[in-house]
């Protein structure tokens, strides 16, 4: 089993930057793709950014130039570095974790799933 456990979430103002951190333990050998996810309320869980084993990485068309995934293989951790942030980002933000070498984006290609963390972005 896999336990993923985020956190940095928080409120922030229009333009401010966030970094959320998702921290993965128990069977860690099984963890090779992972992902951010949002879902506000009301609406379909969306994918944010996914970074493969070998660190190929994707990023909604919303998100882009504003956000980054990385890895840190060594502390079993996967980073969101949220720039630039806008209300329209608020969201709960979700780590999801896969056995697979590939870059997946879909939320049914996930294993394993976060409890999530809020941000809330608002002045």
């Known amino acids: 089993q896999v336990q993923l456990v985020e956190s940095g979430g928080g409120l922030v103002q229009p333009g401010g930057s966030l970094r959320l951190s998702c921290a993965a333990s128990?069977?860690?050998?099984?963890?090779?793709?992972m992902g951010w996810f949002r879902q506000a309320p009301g609406k379909e869980r969306e994918l944010v950014a996914a970074i493969s084993r070998y660190d190929s990485t994707y990023y909604a068309d919303s998100v882009k130039g504003r956000f980054t995934i990385s890895r840190d293989n060594g502390r079993n951790t996967v980073y969101l570095q949220m720039s630039s942030l806008k209300p329209e980002d608020t969201a709960v933000y979700y780590c999801?974790?896969?056995?697979?070498?590939?870059?997946?984006?879909?939320?049914?290609?996930?294993?394993?799933w976060g409890q999530g963390t809020q941000v809330t972005v608002s002045s």
């Open positions: 128990g069977s860690i050998f099984s963890i090779n793709a």
């Open positions: 999801a974790a896969d056995p697979s070498f590939r870059l997946l984006l879909r939320p049914q290609d996930y294993v394993y």
